[in-house]
């Protein structure tokens, strides 16, 4: 399935180059319009980040994601940015999101995530994991990509799987808003080494023909942003592929 994906931050649609604030566009396109005719155009499923909750967690746009929700009501809604206890989960299941993407946390407070497995059933969490590659050995970067964990991704999504872990949402940081393509190795080793997990590509996605290359190698959920904002083609043209 492809997944549209938008960033706001300040209710305007963005994108970050490789995660930094510093290097931010802003697009001309209303949030709520824009998936409205994400929605025309064939998608059941989204993708949302709010900006202002990654960056500073008690900033998020509660108000404005309650307009979001109220717009899309037809759209199945997985949303993250800045999740950092149960509070934050709770309302956001509240306002109608589906699934909930947790990042830095599931790295820096195991046992809270595994609660959120618990309480909330693997089928509506989703971890977000972000890696850079070195040697081969897939490092665990957080807090806005500005920290190495040194955590390798294998370990954690082990980690996981006795909580009945799911969903991952994979991104090779190094890939990230450059158009160049995804990392297709990297997926298949996943792939390979994880069959139960659905796999959500991220990052680096430039053309169909990436497209088509994921759904090749059985990516579960191939999620773009960048590409549809920059019209290299359209989520129709993608959903056809």
Same mark, same amino acid.
């Given at each position: 399935?492809?997944?549209?994906?938008?960033?706001?931050?300040?209710?305007?649609?963005?994108?970050?180059?490789? &995660? $930094?604030?510093?290097?931010?566009?802003?697009? =001309?396109?209303?949030?709520?319009?824009?998936?409205? %005719?994400?929605?025309?155009?064939?998608? #059941?499923?989204? #993708?949302?980040?709010?900006?202002?909750?990654?960056?500073?967690?008690?900033? =998020?746009?509660?108000?404005?994601?309650?307009?979001? *929700? #109220?717009?899309?009501?037809?759209?199945?809604?997985?949303?993250?940015?800045? +999740?950092?206890?149960?509070?934050?989960? @709770?309302?956001? *299941?509240?306002? &109608?999101?589906?699934?909930?993407?947790?990042?830095?946390?599931?790295?820096?407070?195991?046992?809270?995530?595994? @609660?959120? *497995?618990?309480?909330?059933?693997? !089928?509506?969490?989703?971890?977000?994991?972000?890696?850079?590659?070195?040697?081969?050995?897939?490092?665990?970067?957080?807090?806005?990509? &500005?920290?190495?964990? =040194?955590?390798?991704? !294998?370990?954690?999504?082990?980690?996981?799987?006795?909580?009945?872990?799911?969903?991952?949402?994979?991104?090779?940081?190094?890939?990230?808003?450059?158009?160049?393509?995804?990392?297709? $190795?990297?997926?298949? !080793?996943?792939?390979?080494?994880?069959?139960?997990?659905?796999?959500?590509?991220?990052?680096?996605?430039?053309?169909?023909?990436?497209?088509?290359?994921?759904?090749?190698? &059985?990516?579960?959920?191939? +999620?773009?942003?960048?590409?549809?904002? !920059? %019209? =290299? *083609?359209?989520?129709?043209?993608?959903?056809?592929?």
């Amino acid at each position: 399935m492809i997944i549209p994906a938008l960033d706001f931050f300040n209710k305007k649609i963005v994108r970050l180059y490789q &995660g $930094n604030y510093d290097n931010i566009k802003y697009y =001309k396109y209303n949030v709520i319009k824009q998936l409205l %005719k994400y929605k025309s155009q064939g998608a #059941h499923f989204i #993708h949302l980040v709010d900006l202002n909750g990654a960056q500073y967690s008690e900033n =998020k746009q509660y108000d404005f994601l309650k307009e979001i *929700f #109220h717009s899309v009501k037809d759209l199945t809604v997985q949303i993250g940015g800045g +999740i950092r206890n149960i509070q934050d989960v @709770d309302v956001l *299941f509240k306002l &109608g999101a589906a699934r909930i993407v947790i990042g830095s946390l599931a790295v820096t407070d195991k046992n809270l995530v595994v @609660d959120f *497995f618990k309480i909330y059933g693997p !089928e509506r969490i989703v971890l977000a994991l972000d890696v850079n590659i070195y040697d081969n050995k897939k490092e665990l970067y957080i807090n806005g990509w &500005g920290l190495n964990t =040194k955590i390798l991704l !294998e370990d954690i999504i082990k980690y996981y799987l006795v909580y009945g872990l799911k969903y991952i949402l994979c991104t090779d940081i190094s890939k990230d808003g450059t158009l160049s393509g995804p990392n297709l $190795n990297l997926y298949k !080793e996943i792939i390979n080494t994880f069959p139960t997990i659905k796999i959500q590509s991220s990052g680096g996605i430039g053309s169909l023909n990436d497209v088509i290359n994921l759904k090749k190698i &059985g990516v579960h959920n191939i +999620i773009i942003g960048k590409a549809i904002l !920059e %019209k =290299k *083609f359209t989520l129709l043209e993608a959903n056809l592929c």
